[in-house]
């Protein structure tokens, strides 16, 4: 299986692709939205839109503080404009839109959001409590649900590596938003926040689906062992198992197994977002987009990060063992 | 949304006066026949250091953000205020009633101003502090000889005390009482007024009385409330994304159950079926579960098809692979079911438990992400582990090496017409 023979490449790959993920975020930043930073975005639409200068300056006559102006196609196709405040009031808010919808021919306000600092600096602080509480119980599940997995590595390491390709799969699209929010000026809101956790629903779905594999094919190829000793009165019975086949060529058959499955799945996902995000319409489309960074990123990391880095990590762990044999 | 201020009150009694503070927004909102007003309360969780009471109240159909916000926010503005003719009195007075931004005054009752509008700059009152928010209960009175209806209304302690102390300190002087910057009647002090209760008197009939004392009641708001945030969805997008929507989903479908028939033929079909029966009682169900679908709903929804379309996947592919190694159909369905058991379960219960901690966690949008993404999990499993295997079982029970069309119809994929040539 090429995933596994070639696994050195492909494990430097992802620490590159990561670290590069990494770089982008920390360097280019997201632009928060107003659902994180609170402040009000007023989405105007014409007939015939004034230039984004115009409305800029009539903005800055209301005295707001900083605010901004974006170019935008309203939903039905309208040419608009998209002002981003400060939390405004009432009184505010009637002031802003007589004022902006005079500038052009036609002119609506066809959205208004307005969100309070508190809701947004709230839905900061929930949103990582829910991740962390989202990864801790993934990681104990996947213990659990393969303990007593044995040889050669215990149940733990493939909790922990699902949570290392659930981070590469998150890192993704957030670096892609980093670039999309630099060149384009889009904003991260809280649609961002609903795409990457479905993004850390499907990884985390991939990768169990291989490791399940990996699971039953060590089952299907090893010798069961059984010695009994007694130890201060009580019988204990251990439980060793010996591998029919080397385990990097278990791994690797697991992967072929469920390469047809993987492809599928995420060629059918592929399919369905490809419809959302050309029929979807504005709203969804960095959605869309964001999803489908995702879901590539997800089936990629299941067949040439997941298993790779499982068997790495059992040769490193058996070459740390032979060390200490022989240094007894 | 609006906040409701909570301090100074028993935390113990927060939850229930919430629910009269929505009772009594409910009461005002269908007062002026919004289509399936929604009004909820909403705690904000534990996670935050002071956890806080909203109200949200969503109003589909209404444009005028500004008159909403006005109408649920009307509390009746009922005040009290002394008639002065001091001049730099009269100056307060208009400041003060210039701020209420009432443009016209109608004046009813025994001031001398023969009932001609005036602006509110002639008003001669001044501001005693003394308001509604004082009120206990208003009710409607017939008084006087001709029997006039009137509000007779009464105040607690704190306004009693007051009422008493502002009636003893300006006997002889007139009290002008305003509801909404509107004065309705300005009686004289005869004597100080030591009982707590008044009267407003004014040219009600019985209608006018009724429902001017219903908003007194209703207007005593248990808690004090603040607007928090605004939320307007134009039309024109609400209908477009809809359309949008609508057009994406049903072209995604048609892709996924093309794909799903072209690679796995007879069972593809079988699961083209079983996804639109999924996609069937998950709009039932969301008839009846108020989930409002919106775009978090949409990313859960989008998510957990995902997952419906690989339960089906998975289980076909290890139905392939029992086929090719010479099983029946039918025994090739039964053990592809047993087989893909182990990975449907755990990755459905990881999702799973991750729906439920977003729910416990999340705020009201991650909320309904957490929901419909839950609720798609477990209606997928049944999708794919109930309809999808009974189709499957259903169908007539070959053998790949007899050749012909089922076989051919069953045997799924490319890899199949390869094995196929082996086992010739």
């Known amino acids: 299986m090429f995933a596994i023979t070639h696994r050195k490449i492909l494990l430097i790959i992802a620490a590159v692709v990561m670290t590069t993920s990494i770089l982008l975020i920390a360097i280019l930043g997201l632009k928060q939205g107003i659902d994180f930073t609170g402040g009000s975005l007023t989405e105007v639409a014409y007939e015939t839109a004034p230039t984004k200068e115009q409305v800029e300056e009539a903005v800055a006559v209301m005295e707001l503080g900083g605010s901004s102006v974006r170019e935008s196609i309203e939903d039905s196709g309208r040419s608009a404009l998209l002002i981003r405040t400060k939390d405004l009031n009432e009184e505010q808010r009637v002031q802003l839109s007589s004022l902006v919808t005079s500038l052009g021919e036609g002119g609506e306000v066809t959205r208004f959001t307005s969100i309070g600092p508190v809701i947004g600096k709230e839905l900061k602080d929930k949103s990582g409590w829910a991740v962390f509480g989202v990864v801790s119980i993934i990681v104990l599940y996947v213990a659990f649900a393969f303990a007593g997995i044995g040889t050669p590595v215990s149940s733990w390491t493939y909790g922990g590596i699902t949570i290392l390709v659930l981070i590469h799969d998150v890192l993704i699209p957030t670096a892609l938003m980093s670039v999309l929010g630099y060149t384009l000026g889009v904003e991260i809101d809280v649609l961002f926040v609903m795409a990457l956790l479905a993004v850390l629903g499907y990884s985390v779905n991939d990768t169990i689906v291989v490791f399940d594999r990996v699971r039953e094919n060590l089952q299907l190829n090893r010798t069961e062992h059984r010695s009994k000793t007694t130890e201060v009165g009580m019988v204990k019975e251990e439980i060793t198992y010996t591998l029919t086949k080397p385990y990097e060529e278990i791994v690797g058959n697991a992967v072929q197994e469920t390469l047809a499955r993987s492809i599928n799945t995420s060629l059918t996902t592929i399919a369905a977002l490809c419809a959302l995000y050309f029929l979807g319409g504005e709203v969804t489309q960095t959605f869309s987009l964001i999803l489908l960074a995702g879901v590539l990123a997800g089936t990629y990391s299941s067949i040439c990060i997941a298993s790779p880095l499982v068997v790495a990590y059992a040769e490193w762990k058996a070459k740390k063992e032979k060390k200490l044999v022989e240094q007894k | ?424």
Do not use: C
């Open chain 2, 1 to 424: 949304m609006y906040v409701a201020d909570t301090t100074g009150i028993d935390p113990l009694e927060v939850p229930e006066l919430m629910n009269v503070l929505r009772e009594v927004i409910d009461r005002r909102v269908n007062i002026f026949g919004v289509s399936e007003p929604i009004i909820q309360v909403e705690r904000s969780s534990f996670v935050t250091e002071n956890p806080t009471e909203r109200l949200v109240v969503e109003l589909p159909g209404v444009t005028d953000v500004s008159e909403a916000v006005a109408e649920i926010g009307r509390t009746p503005l009922l005040e009290f205020k002394l008639y002065s003719q001091n001049l730099e009195d009269q100056q307060v007075a208009l400041e003060s009633l210039g701020s209420l931004g009432s443009t016209s005054v109608a004046v009813v009752g025994d001031v001398a101003v023969d009932g001609e509008e005036i602006s509110p700059d002639e008003l001669p009152f001044v501001d005693t502090g003394l308001t509604g928010r004082y009120l206990e209960t208003a009710q409607v009175t017939q008084q006087g000889p001709l029997n006039e209806y009137a509000i007779q209304i009464s105040f607690n302690n704190e306004g009693k005390d007051l009422f008493a102390e502002i009636t003893r300190e300006h006997v002889g002087k007139q009290l002008g009482i305003f509801l909404d910057g509107v004065l309705l009647s300005a009686p004289v002090i005869n004597e100080p007024i030591v009982g707590g209760t008044a009267v407003i008197s004014g040219d009600f009939d019985l209608e006018e009385a009724q429902a001017l004392s219903q908003n007194l009641s209703f207007g005593a708001l248990p808690l004090p409330i603040e607007l928090q945030s605004t939320q307007t969805i134009g039309a024109s997008l609400g209908a477009g994304v809809l359309d949008h929507g609508i057009k994406a989903g049903v072209l995604g479908l048609s892709l996924v159950i093309l794909f799903m028939i072209s690679w796995y033929r007879l069972p593809g079909l079988v699961a083209g079926v079983s996804l639109i029966s999924y996609i069937t009682i998950m709009m039932a169900l969301f008839q009846i579960i108020p989930v409002t679908l919106t775009a978090a709903g949409l990313a859960g929804f989008v998510l957990s098809l995902g997952m419906a379309v690989d339960a089906n996947v998975l289980v076909f592919e290890r139905m392939k692979e029992e086929f090719r190694n010479g099983s029946s159909s039918r025994a090739a369905a039964q053990s592809g079911f047993r087989r893909a058991w182990s990975a449907i379960r755990d990755g459905n219960i990881t999702s799973l438990l991750s729906a439920i901690i977003l729910f416990w966690f999340g705020t009201s949008l991650v909320k309904g992400f957490a929901l419909v993404f839950g609720m798609g999990i477990l209606v997928s499993m049944f999708s794919a582990l109930v309809i999808t295997r009974t189709l499957l079982v259903a169908l007539p029970d070959v053998h790949m090496e007899k050749g012909g069309l089922l076989s051919l119809l069953l045997g799924s994929g490319l890899g199949s017409n390869k094995a196929k040539k082996k086992t010739n």
